[in-house]
């Protein structure tokens, strides 16, 4: 539906999704999929003179969550990025270009991994620790380790995440992990139950989590990404 959708003329991805699509839908001779990074590089050829869009471009086609229907595609323009971008900088770090240290492990095809874990720290400056999204799956504790080991200040997660690490990750695995660094870690979800936020901030204050890195936010596909923020200075009390 997102092929259809999207219409896209290349599709690039790794070996094993790359073979699902294969499987799903049947290409067209103007639809290549690369999944390698050579053949990728081979594709696209000798460097062109860089694009400079207009702010009202589409600069991508962003699906939303599918939680209610199937995926629709929203059009982000360029000057909706940028704003975006620019607005969730303003409140977490002045919105001027800065030493942040972002960790993430969201996937980049999804709105807050995309914009939030990517685009924002290309935008503003800051250092990105990139996870891969199934390292965190098969070893949840790979995100708070990473945080600790790189001094992270910056990191988002949707709230099933705090809820895993809370209930579910052994003491063994966070032994040496210091959190004191963190200072602000966007929660987004809709809703946001408090208790999430609580069991959180219980079971990782003796890790160094300060009461006030929670953040909740709230955000959507059609929006860009983050339509509220919780300021700065705010704890989710």
């Given at each position: 539906n997102m092929v259809r959708t999207a219409r896209p003329k290349i599709i690039v991805a790794c070996a094993a999704a790359?073979?699902?699509?294969?499987?799903?839908?049947?290409?067209?001779?103007?639809v290549h999929l690369l999944s390698d990074a050579e053949v990728l590089f081979d594709f696209v050829g000798e460097p062109h003179p860089p694009h400079i869009?207009?702010?009202?471009?589409?600069?991508?086609?962003?699906?939303?969550?599918?939680?209610?229907?199937?995926?629709?595609?929203?059009?982000?323009?360029?000057?909706?990025?940028?704003?975006?971008?620019?607005?969730?900088?303003?409140?977490?770090?002045?919105?001027q270009p800065t030493d942040e240290q972002v960790v993430s492990w969201l996937p980049v095809h999804h709105d807050m991994g995309f914009i939030g874990g990517l685009c924002f720290p290309f935008h503003h400056g800051c250092d990105l620790h990139l996870i891969?999204?199934?390292?965190?799956?098969?070893?949840?504790?790979?995100?708070?380790?990473?945080?600790?080991?790189?001094?992270?200040?910056?990191?988002?997660?949707?709230?099933?995440?705090?809820d895993l690490l809370a209930a579910r990750v052994s003491e063994a695995r966070l032994e040496g992990i210091d959190l004191s660094s963190w200072r602000y870690a966007w929660v987004g979800a809709e809703p946001i139950f408090p208790k999430t936020l609580q069991k959180f901030n219980e079971r990782f204050a003796?890790?160094?989590?300060?009461?006030?890195?929670?953040?909740p936010c709230y955000g959507l596909a059609e929006a860009t990404l983050?339509?509220?923020?919780?300021?700065?200075?705010?704890?989710?009390k």
């Open positions: 790359a073979d699902a699509l294969k499987n799903l839908f049947e290409l067209t001779d103007d869009p207009q702010a009202n471009d589409i600069a991508h086609i962003q699906f939303t969550s599918g939680s209610t229907s199937f995926p629709k595609g929203a059009a982000i323009a360029h000057a909706q990025l940028l704003a975006n971008v620019r607005g969730v900088g303003g409140v977490v770090c002045g919105g891969p999204t199934e390292s965190f799956i098969r070893n949840p504790a790979v995100w708070l380790k990473t945080i600790s080991d790189a001094r992270a200040t910056l990191s988002p997660a949707p709230t099933f995440a705090y003796r890790y160094g989590l300060r009461e006030t890195t929670l953040k983050a339509v509220t923020l919780t300021p700065l200075a705010d704890s989710y």
